[in-house]
């Protein structure tokens, strides 16, 4: 099957990846290609500025949550456009435990038999550049590196050196982006500030977008993403008829979802009703909801004063409809989220408190799941990830644990996923395909005795 498509990547973080992405978008989309893009590992905000530009949703490709079976099976089968980019991760080889290459982000270049071009930030370098370079070409046998990209140039004579200096690794340079605090994304502390908190930050994209395309050689960039290998056609997946609806928060406080996992509830026979938390007076009527991730104590004010809709989630609660959350959904079903000198209440499904922390919790997770829930029906092994910066205080000594971790932090003592009568919650996300999490979830619903 033949799926033209380019890998993006960095030397470290912060070199300016997500941005130079949505430009080389931009650049596409104005020549007249439609773009599909991707995102290498556990992250739900850097898609959301990728989807901004793209005008599509945009799938995770994670070795470790998903599976190499699962990754090209997702990436081949939504790669529906012209072109299929993917944003890379951390450093171009860093991969899960710091000393290995699994999950990095060179992995699913491998694994999608992917070009790459490295993005550099050269902005406290001149001819080490070159060496940055050469390094990381040498580093494995097949680097996939086909060209570079210098960020951050402060000036003509600065380029002028940096470009003499890369003549003698024969790698082409792709483009060179001059220093510009104008172009810089502001972050926060889970990164970058999703772009469904402020509508403001599309317009600075799309304007950075525009501005940093116009220093991308886009006709080389072309030959590199045209000269991609065919890969494996994928056999689709049977979907069932609809048999129930869930409700899904999607708000400014909860929006970090995995694609696919949208698509797995829907492919097992569910209708997605989504509703807002924060300003949505009436739920949807369904017979599970499902509440992920995000940073409902930034609007922790706005999600108390909603009383009409904690109420009437507790409710469900009360009437055993499954409910499934994650992190921020976890959050959102304790009794309140302290956050700085305010402390606000939630629905209060589950007896503990909220603690906003100064540390964060970023952890791939490995462990099992032990007792049956509303999600599983036996108990097996699992991976998936945590990323917060909360705890739960005043947890009640009675409260009941879905899963126990060989490796992750989880709620308390490294066990996560409180159950409590249909519900599940846990700092923990999962990829729904990597067993039949979706399957099971959606068969629950239909059996929810709600009338």
């Not at 000036?155 to 003698?168: F, G, M, N, Y």
Request: positive net charge; glycine residues 8%.
């Amino acid at each position: 099957m033949k799926i033209p498509r380019l890998v993006l990547a960095g030397t470290t973080s912060g070199v300016g990846k997500t941005s130079i992405t949505c430009a080389l978008i931009h650049a596409l989309q104005k020549k007249g290609f439609s773009v599909q893009p991707f995102k290498v590992g556990p992250d739900y905000i850097d898609p959301s500025y990728l989807s901004s530009i793209a005008k599509k949703d945009v799938f995770n490709l994670d070795v470790w949550l998903m599976g190499k079976g699962n990754l090209l099976e997702s990436f081949v089968t939504n790669s529906k456009s012209n072109i299929s980019i993917i944003e890379g991760v951390m450093g171009y080889y860093d991969g899960f435990g710091g000393d290995s290459n699994f999950a990095s982000t060179h992995h699913v270049a491998s694994l999608t038999k992917s070009s790459t071009i490295l993005v550099i930030d050269a902005s406290k370098a001149a001819r080490s550049i070159a060496a940055t370079a050469l390094g990381f070409v040498k580093f494995h046998s097949n680097s996939r590196i086909k060209g570079i990209i210098l960020n951050k140039i402060g000036s003509k004579k600065h380029e002028i050196l940096c470009r003499k200096a890369i003549e003698k690794t024969k790698l082409p340079i792709l483009g060179v982006i001059p220093k510009n605090a104008e172009l810089d994304l502001h972050s926060r502390h889970l990164g970058l500030i999703p772009t469904k908190e402020d509508i403001t930050l599309k317009k600075k994209i799309e304007k950075t977008s525009k501005i940093i395309s116009s220093f991308l050689d886009l006709e080389k960039i072309l030959q590199i993403i045209q000269d991609s290998p065919p890969l494996q056609t994928i056999k689709k997946k049977i979907h069932k008829n609809k048999k129930t609806t869930i409700a899904v928060a999607l708000d400014n406080s909860f929006n970090f979802y995995y694609q696919d996992n949208l698509q797995a509830l829907e492919r097992e026979g569910a209708n997605l009703k989504f509703f807002s938390p924060v300003t949505d007076k009436k739920l949807p009527y369904c017979e599970g909801i499902y509440i992920g991730g995000g940073f409902p104590e930034i609007l922790g004010k706005a999600l108390e004063k909603n009383m009409t809709m904690r109420n009437k989630i507790k409710k469900l609660f009360e009437e055993n409809v499954p409910i499934y959350a994650e992190c921020g959904g976890l959050m959102y079903l304790t009794k309140s989220i302290d956050y700085g000198k305010k402390t606000n209440k939630m629905v209060g499904i589950f007896d503990a408190q909220t603690k906003m922390t100064k540390k964060i919790k970023l952890n791939y997770t490995k462990g099992s799941i032990i007792s049956k829930n509303i999600i599983s029906e036996k108990n097996h092994a699992f991976q998936g990830h945590e990323f917060h910066y909360s705890k739960l205080e005043s947890i009640s000594s009675d409260s009941k644990f879905a899963y126990e971790l060989k490796i992750g932090d989880g709620i308390k003592n490294h066990f996560d996923g409180m159950i409590q009568n249909n519900t599940l919650a846990s700092f923990g996300h999962l990829y729904f395909d990597s067993s039949n999490y979706a399957e099971v979830f959606v068969k629950n619903c239909i059996n929810s005795s709600r009338i």
